[in-house]
């Protein structure tokens, strides 16, 4: 890759957020250079080129940066549409991939729920799967790269969440593992072992790292409900 086309990634690797663009550029057979975050003390350079939210991922191309891990996605699909497109080309199916990516980042993602409200909220992804292998047909897509990150913490939840994921969720359980027999999904994936030690860890800490902070609330609700 020439030097004004560089990839730069800051990110943290436990981050599922961060894994989604990892994902992307693996798809995409891009090379980039990872610069990891410390979660309390912020680069200069995090700060330069996310000064609205302060956070992770940012995408540097060209000098330039991407915020935000959908759109970055989305940014990667479009300039490098040589090679395995994430969003389909009908602008039909290209919305209706679209509203499930909003559904899991607000839903899966989102700053709160109850286990009853989180598995319920799995099952009707279960529901849109129905008996495809990937959510969008034949071929791993968008909506499968905004959920899969989440596989990294189903241990989590099923250890302080008292869930057992493979008997609540079967059809999620069978599609992740399907998901990680692709190498772009299971070299960035961060283990789910070590996803716990690290959340235990930030947890001790008290991080005001607000996307690991929404993930503790969580995890409290989960453990409380």
């Not at 940012?58 to 940014?75: A, F, N, W």
């Not at 069978?174 to 789910?192: G, M």
Request: aromatic share 10%.
């Amino acid at each position: 890759m020439a030097e004004d086309d560089q990839l730069i990634l800051l990110e943290w690797y436990p981050s599922v957020f961060a894994a989604r663009v990892r994902i992307a550029l693996a798809e995409k057979g891009l090379k980039y250079e990872s610069r990891p975050e410390d979660l309390i003390n912020k680069s200069p350079l995090l700060l330069k080129m996310n000064p609205v939210h302060k956070q992770i991922p940012v995408l540097i191309h060209k000098g330039r940066p991407i915020c935000g891990s959908m759109v970055t996605v989305q940014y990667i699909d479009e300039v490098w549409n040589h090679k395995s497109p994430l969003l389909p080309s009908d602008p039909l199916q290209r919305a209706h991939a679209k509203f499930w990516a909003d559904y899991v980042d607000k839903k899966i993602f989102g700053i709160g729920s109850s286990k009853k409200e989180l598995i319920e909220c799995f099952k009707i992804l279960e529901e849109e799967l129905g008996d495809k292998p990937y959510f969008g047909g034949e071929s791993f897509g968008y909506v499968d790269l905004s959920l899969i990150p989440c596989y990294s913490s189903f241990y989590t939840y099923e250890t302080l969440g008292k869930l057992i994921m493979a008997e609540e969720c079967p059809k999620i359980v069978d599609w992740a593992h399907r998901c990680l027999q692709k190498e772009s999904v299971s070299k960035s994936l961060c283990d789910q072992r070590k996803f716990y030690e690290t959340i235990l860890e930030i947890s001790r800490g008290g991080s005001t790292w607000s996307s690991v902070q929404k993930f503790l609330n969580k995890l409290d609700q989960l453990h409380n409900s």
